[in-house]
């Protein structure tokens, strides 16, 4: 198989995964990714792909995170170089595989920041759409605020990248605010 597209993506994913919130997680990353493939000169749609799928076995496997996903990915012929990837952003956590591109670095990155991106978008009533780094800062600096999203993975998946947490920040924030309307997180009201 060639590399991996989003269509292929979306059919795998949609056999494994029902929860909608490990859906709309699926989207945000991907969204994310989207944005750092640009950042990076790299092939948006690939990117995308990857981090549409990069939970794959999560909604089955949730305590064995990653241990599955070969298993799952091999069978649709889904290339060893994505298989990796996907791996590689449970990196330090429940992977040995470490992130060595930019692809898996910018995975095991924006993974958990999306998830401090949502929560923020969702505080406000004008969604992401004006969301700014300044505030997201506010809300990563405060501990308890999306308490479950793991700070020391960002900013270790940041120095892997050689980049700064705002400029992170902000891409993950235009990514994901390509999609605001299907994550929920457009202005309300």
Not at 47 to 55: M, P
Not at 159 to 182: F, K, P
Request: hydrophobic share 45%.
């Amino acid at each position: 198989m060639a590399q991996l597209t989003m269509e292929q993506a979306r059919a795998i994913l949609a056999k494994h995964v029902q929860e909608p919130h490990l859906l709309t997680h699926a989207l945000a990353v991907s969204a994310a990714m989207g944005a750092m493939a640009e950042h990076f000169g790299a092939d948006r749609a690939y990117w995308e792909a990857i981090g549409y799928l990069h939970d794959v076995d999560y909604e089955k496997f949730p305590e064995e995170h990653l241990q599955h996903t070969r298993a799952l990915l091999e069978p649709e012929g889904v290339e060893e170089a994505d298989i990796r990837a996907i791996l590689s952003h449970g990196y330090g956590l429940c992977s040995d595989v470490e992130p060595q591109s930019e692809l898996e670095k910018s995975l095991f990155t924006v993974d958990e920041l999306t998830g401090i991106v949502h929560a923020a978008s969702l505080m406000r009533p004008t969604g992401i759409s004006d969301l700014e780094v300044k505030s997201l800062k506010k809300k990563f600096k405060d501990k308890k605020f999306a308490a479950k999203c793991d700070r020391a993975v960002i900013t270790q998946g940041c120095e892997m990248l050689g980049m700064e947490l705002d400029a992170v920040m902000e891409l993950v924030i235009l990514g994901m605010r390509r999609e605001m309307d299907a994550l929920g997180i457009g202005p309300r009201e």
